[in-house]
């Protein structure tokens, strides 16, 4: 894991390690098949957030899966952006975000900003009086906060948010498994 700052030019990347007898597995285990680590993480139920931010007046968002609490105390979340997206840039460089946990009956909103290339907010309303970011009303929960750090972890951007302050409704979560949205039930 390598802490950067994607705001600067300068690489904080390890030098590379030349390729020789000692790098190499020397157990006889097969290498890994990424296919198969999919479909085996597929299988572990997960929430579904939008990750919204502003920057110079335009507002980005995607939909992430991957996000986690880190501390409560100081409050810390933890979000995970795939290096090929299109809103990289934006989050790469922003100071606030808001991550909006979606609730049961928001699959198509979490579709519609998986999707490249359109308007995302088109499919969303927004709570007045957040000017910072982009916060989506009826969301089963909304955390806004500031970036605290970034590290870049393979090949994803790790977003640390302190959080600020949190919206939360009594509705139920939409989840995320095997490829497909699913309520609790």
Not at 144 to 154: A, D, L, M, Q
């Amino acid at each position: 894991m390598q802490k950067t700052d994607p705001r600067s030019a300068v690489s904080d990347a390890p030098a590379s390690v030349p390729a020789d007898s000692t790098t190499e597995p020397t157990t006889g285990v097969t290498a890994l098949d990424p296919a198969e680590l999919r479909r085996a993480l597929a299988g572990m139920a997960t929430s579904v957030t939008l990750v919204t931010t502003n920057v110079a007046g335009t507002a980005y968002g995607f939909t992430a899966n991957s996000f986690t609490s880190v501390s409560v105390s100081p409050p810390l979340v933890a979000v995970f952006l795939a290096e090929t997206a299109e809103s990289y840039p934006a989050f790469a460089r922003t100071d606030h975000v808001a991550i909006n946990i979606l609730a049961a009956d928001q699959g198509d909103v979490a579709r519609h900003f998986a999707t490249k290339g359109i308007d995302k907010f088109s499919a969303v309303t927004l709570h007045d009086g957040y000017d910072r970011v982009p916060v989506v009303t009826d969301a089963q929960a909304s955390i806004v906060g500031r970036v605290h750090e970034r590290w870049t972890v393979g090949d994803h951007l790790m977003i640390i948010v302190h959080v600020d302050d949190v919206i939360r409704s009594e509705r139920s979560p939409l989840v995320y498994q095997n490829r497909d949205f699913r309520k609790l039930v």
